[in-house]
């Protein structure tokens, strides 16, 4: 019955949408709404939507989100409801959006969780790449945003409406297109379980270290969407260098961070590790000590041979280097975007180590849109992926209004060891 309901749904209000001529189409789901950009509505999408949320709450032993009785109906907000409440989304039972053509406001109803009413989950499903960034502002494949949006990514979303939405729920942005989309909606999703979990201890997102939180959300997807082993092959060599779970830099976070996880898991059970979360998050200075050298000998019984040992600190060695000689002379948006180009050679990286893709090929060497990973040979990947780094960040600085002359001080630095 649900099915036939959401099929209704789906082409009622793409009707309405084509009516209106705009780039988006908006559909009820049944934990909030979806933002079809430039594209049509389609079940089957949704559908891998729906096993995702089912597949990463059930492993980690966690209830379901229920459905408000009346997600499947977007009703026209009644005038003053809104202000009514106090703008408070808890109070109204609801959540206002406006249509795509702005005529109207709708009232997106709450869903609740562990019988607590939670923000809808608005999902915003691109085609490709570049709109994902657009919506965004991120240089992932996918993105999971809470609440109370920075004013940088909500000025970067060409849709209004749809930024008024983002800032008003949870949302998650993803590519259909991308061949791992998979993967990408396994990790998302468990950053809005991370999210619920910590609502319900009273703690935000925020709160969360990024090596927990990014380490949470790999190791789900792993584990879900086919366990692979190479991030031990990184986190060993990490932990046998003499590095801690305190000095991990950004491009180290994913390898890392899921090694964490796993060994917390292994050791407590994945009950105990979720019982234990909250703690972890509000106590992290403290804790961290404690843990890392149980970390470390624990990654110790992964025998890494010689090939991977070269091949994994060729790897932190010469993005460590390009981060530290470009650091001075980048704008921080720009040692932004070199952040985001690291993590996606790290994706890479851990991609063509199982054989399935190996560096990521920029058509423009200025622009991350569509940075897919392409077959190369494996053992000069280190050397190539850090000139990519190089030749973007450099990009970056010579577009970046607070440093304008950066781009020739970096070209003429002679750093073609990256």
Request: aromatic content about 10%; hydrophobic content about 40%.
């Amino acid at each position: 019955m649900r099915n036939v309901i959401l099929a209704i749904a789906l082409v009622v209000l793409a009707s309405v949408a084509v009516a209106a001529s705009t780039d988006y189409t908006l559909t009820p789901w049944q934990y909030g709404v979806v933002a079809w950009v430039q594209g049509e509505p389609n079940i089957a999408t949704l559908r891998s939507v729906e096993k995702a949320v089912a597949d990463v709450f059930s492993f980690w032993h966690e209830l379901l989100p229920e459905s408000a009785d009346t997600w499947s109906d977007l009703s026209e907000m009644q005038k003053g409801t809104w202000a009514a409440s106090k703008y408070d989304p808890f109070t109204a039972g609801f959540v206002p959006i406006p249509s795509p053509d702005a005529s109207k406001m709708w009232a997106v109803p709450l869903p609740s969780w562990n019988g607590e009413k939670i923000l809808p989950l608005t999902l915003l499903i691109a085609s490709n790449r570049s709109l994902v960034e657009s919506l965004a502002g991120r240089t992932a494949g996918a993105a999971f945003s809470y609440r109370s949006l920075t004013y940088k990514v909500l000025s970067l979303n060409p849709y209004y409406s749809l930024a008024m939405l983002m800032s008003r729920s949870d949302s998650v942005v993803l590519n259909y297109n991308s061949p791992d989309l998979r993967h990408n909606l396994d990790h998302e999703l468990s950053h809005w379980l991370t999210n619920l979990i910590c609502q319900r201890n009273a703690l935000t997102m925020q709160d969360v270290p990024r090596l927990l939180g990014e380490g949470f959300a790999e190791y789900t997807a792993f584990r879900l969407s086919g366990e692979n082993r190479n991030w031990r092959i990184s986190a060993a060599v990490w932990a046998e260098d003499g590095h801690g779970l305190s000095d991990v830099p950004f491009y180290m976070l994913y390898p890392v961070g899921t090694s964490l996880v796993s060994f917390l898991v292994e050791k407590d059970g994945v009950d105990g590790f979720i019982e234990r979360f909250p703690d972890l998050v509000a106590n992290w200075d403290l804790i961290i000590p404690d843990i890392t050298p149980a970390w470390q000998a624990w990654t110790m019984k992964y025998k890494v041979n010689e090939a991977g040992r070269a091949y994994a600190e060729a790897i932190i060695e010469q993005l460590t280097l390009c981060g530290m000689v470009l650091q001075p002379i980048l704008s921080e948006e720009a040692t932004r975007s070199c952040d985001g180009c690291i993590n996606s050679v790290e994706r890479c990286r851990i991609s063509s180590a199982s054989g399935r893709s190996s560096l990521p090929q920029f058509p423009n060497r200025a622009m991350m849109y569509g940075s897919n990973c392409r077959n190369r040979p494996t053992p000069s990947f280190g050397w190539h992926a850090a000139t990519l780094i190089l030749d973007y960040s450099i990009w970056q600085v010579k577009t970046s209004t607070s440093f304008p002359d950066c781009g020739r001080k970096a070209t003429g630095l002679g750093i073609t060891i990256c």
